[in-house]
Nanobody, 125 residues
């Protein structure tokens, strides 16, 4: 399995931007579709964005569509989540995850076999 480490979280004000990064170990990063999920206190983990193995297909939750962009650099074994126009409701721990299945992209947490430890994003109003 691939090992994942997120970074880039922090405390920001509403309207600000953040770019999250997720670095993967191993030489097979390009064989995984990747996703970002988030979990706020007292809530279930929810899908944010996903990207296919070569980056040609992406999917977004309605709550972040138009404000977030997922991308990947397979040469650097890294997936990114650019978040703009942040809102207080975006406050959560953000996790990246790797999907080894044959699906182009998936939004289902159960399809992802590897998860990072998470990075906290806090948006103040």
């Amino acid at each position: 399995q691939v090992q994942l480490v997120e970074s880039g979280g922090g405390l920001v004000q509403a309207g600000d931007s953040l770019r999250l990064s997720c670095a993967a170990s191993g030489r097979t990063f390009s064989s995984y579709a990747m996703g970002w999920f988030r979990q706020a206190p007292g809530k279930e983990r929810e899908f944010v964005a996903a990207i296919s193995r070569r980056g040609g297909t992406t999917s977004y939750a309605n709550s972040v569509k138009g404000r977030c962009t997922i991308s990947r650099d397979n040469a650097k074994n890294t997936v990114y989540l650019q978040m703009n126009s942040l809102k207080p409701e975006d406050t959560a721990v953000y996790y990246c995850a790797a999907d080894p299945s044959l699906a182009v992209v998936t939004t289902t947490p159960g399809h992802f076999a590897s998860w990072g430890q998470g990075t906290q994003v806090t948006v103040s109003s």
